[in-house]
């Protein structure tokens, strides 16, 4: 690839592994082989997909948890068969999504300080796919809308609210999808699958408004993701097995925008995108490398900028949201590898001598409000999602979560499978419910108080009697 020197504030941005008390040490990985990145992080957890014998787990850990993590952690374990794919819920920190090889998606809520017990029993599971289900995708806008794809070669677009699928997109593909991904304001969707053809839907018109066959010619898989633009970026491989990354225009799927070919390694090229500095990141599955480029509107359109490299190929790959990053320290991007054993953050830093606010490299960002209800989304509206400064850094909401729980199912937890509509009755039954529980909560917490404080002054009135019966005894 041809390096041309111009002008370019990422030029020299650089990626540098923390130190080793500052990873999450002693993970059993997921040995699985499926091309997901087996990580999904969040400004409060980073969840890893685990073996777990007899089903399917994965930890969240609160970030801060780092160093050994003990082999008795709790773990979310309600699949029957390996976890293939979560993904955090962009609207509510403590809502993650998994999908399973027990063809189930199931929607979680983790406790605000993390887990203290294992976590069997999800808010809700999603049954619908006939085969395993590899690919789990929210919504960037539309609170409780999640995408879920399987290897029966079906979407199926769910509102997690009801339990209910909505769309269902069972006739559009041919083969297995590799991959699924929104565009900005979560419009339209794009795929890449093993037919070799990209193609861009419109979900709820259920068409297919754009499709390129033979986009990469190799029988490797294919990824394609959505710019903020509008275009379609792709990676793949050559007929001759060298990877290769691509930009298209929807509007003109005829010829590539950019087509450049990379390496001759066989892993997949895993695809991480910030909208607001234009710059992809590429982590090859097996690779010991990532790749990062500059998405521009000038030829050759993508930039190469550097390479980070290390010593230790990685398994899997999580992408930190921007809002979870140190604005001070001028971080543009965060990762968490997962190598066999360990997760090890890797951040990427513009060098920048000045401590003040880089506004240049910290454009308002897509905060966690939610711009538009599922019911609206359906109805067939569209919002860019609400953006947010990162001036002061970013604070997270203190439960956040209720806000969202009480216009949903995630706490009035009905049967799993049944497709149950939010009836008032039922939802003001389970806010009753749970205002009973907490009056009950603030007894028992007052209760053990003043056993405590009795504690106390029992442990103080015993060691003022065994000095008399010192000074006694002397």
């Not at 029966?152 to 909505?166: F, K, P």
């Not at 900005?184 to 699958?193: D, E, H, P, Q, V």
């Not at 607001?276 to 490398?289: M, N, P, W």
């Amino acid at each position: 690839m041809r390096r041309v020197v111009r002008q370019s504030k990422f030029r020299h941005v650089f990626g540098q592994a923390v130190k080793n008390d500052q990873c999450y040490d002693d993970i059993r990985v997921s040995r699985v082989t499926w091309d997901s990145s087996f990580c999904a992080v969040n400004p409060r957890f980073v969840a890893i997909i685990i073996e777990a014998s007899g089903g399917g787990a994965f930890l969240v850990l609160p970030l801060h948890k780092t160093g050994r993590i003990d082999k008795s952690y709790p773990t979310v374990c309600g699949h029957t068969g390996p976890v293939l794919d979560i993904d955090w819920c962009p609207h509510n920190d403590q809502v993650i999504a998994s999908g399973s090889e027990d063809c189930t998606v199931m929607v979680w809520q983790i406790p605000e300080n993390g887990l203290t017990l294992s976590l069997t029993e999800p808010v809700v599971i999603l049954e619908g796919h006939s085969k395993r289900v590899g690919i789990v995708a929210w919504h960037p806008t539309a609170r409780n809308v999640l995408l879920s794809a399987g290897c029966d070669n079906a979407i199926i677009i769910w509102n997690v609210g009801t339990g209910e699928a909505l769309i269902n997109l069972d006739d559009m593909h041919s083969d297995m999808i590799y991959n699924v991904s929104w565009n900005r304001n979560g419009s339209l969707i794009c795929t890449a699958s093993k037919d070799k053809k990209v193609r861009v839907i419109d979900p709820r018109k259920q068409e297919i408004v754009a499709e390129k066959e033979r986009a990469h010619e190799g029988a490797r898989p294919m990824r394609a993701i959505f710019l903020a633009d509008g275009n379609v970026f792709t990676t793949g491989f050559s007929r001759m097995s060298e990877r290769q990354l691509a930009l298209w225009n929807p509007k003109n799927m005829e010829e590539p925008i950019a087509l450049h070919e990379m390496d001759t390694s066989n892993g997949v090229l895993l695809p991480f995108y910030d909208p607001d500095t234009s710059i992809i990141y590429l982590c090859g599955k097996g690779d010991s490398s990532i790749r990062y480029f500059e998405i521009t509107d000038e030829s050759p359109y993508v930039h190469y900028l550097n390479t980070f490299s290390s010593k230790e190929p990685q398994r899997g790959m999580g992408y930190m949201p921007k809002r979870g990053l140190d604005v001070n320290k001028c971080e543009i991007a965060r990762f968490f590898k997962l190598h066999e054993r360990k997760c090890e953050p890797i951040i990427m830093t513009v060098p920048r001598k000045s401590d003040l606010f880089q506004d240049d490299l910290y454009p308002d960002t897509a905060g966690p409000e939610a711009a538009l209800e599922a019911e609206e989304w359906f109805e067939g509206r569209n919002a860019d999602p609400i953006l947010i400064s990162l001036k002061h850094g970013y604070i997270p909401g203190k439960n956040r979560d209720l806000k969202v729980v009480k216009k949903n199912i995630l706490d009035s937890k009905p049967t799993a499978n049944k497709k149950c509509d939010l009836i008032t009755a039922p939802k003001k039954t389970a806010d009753a419910a749970g205002v009973q529980n907490e009056a009950k909560l603030d007894e028992i917490l007052k209760e053990i108080k003043s056993i405590k404080d009795t504690i106390c002054n029992q442990d103080e009135r015993i060691s003022k009697l065994e000095q008399q019966m010192a000074k006694i005894a002397a």
